[in-house]
């Protein structure tokens, strides 16, 4: 039990001595990699929460919402979009598709 949980948290956890590009490019490329569908919904529930965040904060303040990350709503599109693609073999479920459709309304 201990090893899946270990499974589980690790795609979640960040070299934080790597810079913000490579460590998005790190998670990116492990969700590729990825064949446990486990895992690769804990990733999607976290990152759908973090998007309806972001999805209501930009609705509220629009492009200002950016200001607040060390990385702009550029960076943050091409991350939101290759995690919408890596995820993409969750197509049809809800979560993806919300997070799918969400991804398409901030940054499009």
């Known amino acids: 039990m201990a090893a ?8 979640q956890s960040e070299d934080k001595d790597k810079s913000w ?11 590729v990699k990825c064949n446990d569908k486990d895992i690769m919904m804990l990733c999607l ?13 930009y609705q509220m ?7 607040r990350f060390s990385a ?6 091409w991350y939101y979009r290759g995690l919408r693609d890596s995820l993409s ?10 997070f799918s459709s969400l ?6």
């Open 4 to 11: 899946r949980v270990a499974d589980l948290v690790s795609l």
């Open 21 to 31: 590009q490579e460590r998005k490019q790190h998670t990116i490329d492990a969700l």
């Open 45 to 57: 529930a976290d990152k759908l929460a973090n998007l309806r965040s972001i999805a209501r904060e």
């Open 61 to 67: 303040f629009g492009d200002e919402v950016w200001n």
């Open 72 to 77: 702009g709503k550029e960076k943050r599109a």
């Open 89 to 98: 073999v969750l197509g049809g479920h809800i979560f993806y598709e919300e």
């Open 103 to 108: 991804v398409s309304q901030v940054f499009n």
